[in-house]
T-cell receptor, first 109, second 114 residues
Framework: RKEVEQDPGPFNVPEGATVAFNCTYS??????FFWYRQDCRKEPKLLMS???SGNEDGRFTAQLNRASQYISLLIRDSKLSDSATYLC??????????FGPGTRLSVLP | DAGVIQSPRHEVTEMGQEVTLRCKPI?????LFWYRQTMMRGLELLIY????????DSGMPEDRFSAKMPNASFSTLKIQPSEPRDSAVYFC????????????FGPGTRLTVT
């Protein structure tokens, strides 16, 4: 079993749609959780950290369920510019960052 | 700040040749990471340094790979000899301890070994 697993993509959605991505992790000692975004042929960039109580940043909402070892990302009112690959990232107490395989999102006009 | 700088951006080499990838982290960052990304395996951590000292190299695929960080502003990843299966995008990232753990990635080096 892979350490971090994500929904297989691609997700093709119309502009304005709401889309949700799921991620599960296997290491129960994981302490830090993130969503990164990677555009085609570019480097990954931090989208948002994920906190235990859940957190929101504009149209983006992240949730964490430690008991189920599950992380989610919700994008509301999707824009064409949201088209990218979304990477779930999990880290332990050290600096061991494990990236999920990513889920590709295409927002269509 | 210019961000994380990597060179070269593209490298095409023949099997058996030595390849050296270079990275300059963001000034003041005390962690440096080397990753490899392929379609098949995704983004994999190869090695990371803290204050120029290698901390975890368990992700380095084999002895053909080596990494150094002679000072706080420079790191290299060397492959000798290179093989076609080493073809990938290699990213360097840096991070400041005590921050919210955000890693800043360089633009990557796209390596093709023929």
């Amino acid at each position: 079993r892979k350490e971090v697993e994500q929904d297989p993509g691609p997700f093709n959605v119309p502009e304005g749609a709401t889309v949700a991505f799921n991620c599960t992790y296997s290491n129960s000692a994981s302490q830090s959780f993130f969503w990164y975004r990677q555009d085609c042929r570019k480097e990954p960039k931090l989208l948002m950290s994920v906190y235990s109580s859940g957190n929101e940043d504009g149209r983006f909402t992240a949730q964490l369920n430690r008991a189920s070892q599950y992380i989610s990302l919700l994008i509301r009112d999707s824009k064409l510019s949201d088209s990218a690959t979304y990477l779930c990232v999990v880290a332990d107490y050290g600096q061991n960052f494990v990236f999920g395989p990513g889920t590709r999102l295409s927002v269509l006009p | 700040d210019a961000g994380v700088i990597q060179s070269p951006r593209h490298e095409v080499t023949e099997m058996g040749q030595e390849v050296t990838l270079r990275c300059k982290p963001i000034s003041g960052h005390d962690y440096l990471f080397w990753y490899r990304q392929t379609m098949m395996r995704g983004l994999e951590l190869l090695i990371y340094f803290n204050n120029n000292v290698p901390i975890d190299d368990s992700g380095m695929p084999e002895d053909r790979f080596s990494a150094k960080m002679p000072n706080a502003s420079f790191s290299t990843l060397k492959i000798q000899p290179s093989e076609p299966r080493d073809s990938a995008v290699y990213f360097c990232a840096s991070h400041l301890a005590g921050s919210r753990h955000e890693q800043y990635f360089g633009p990557g080096t796209r390596l093709t070994v023929t």
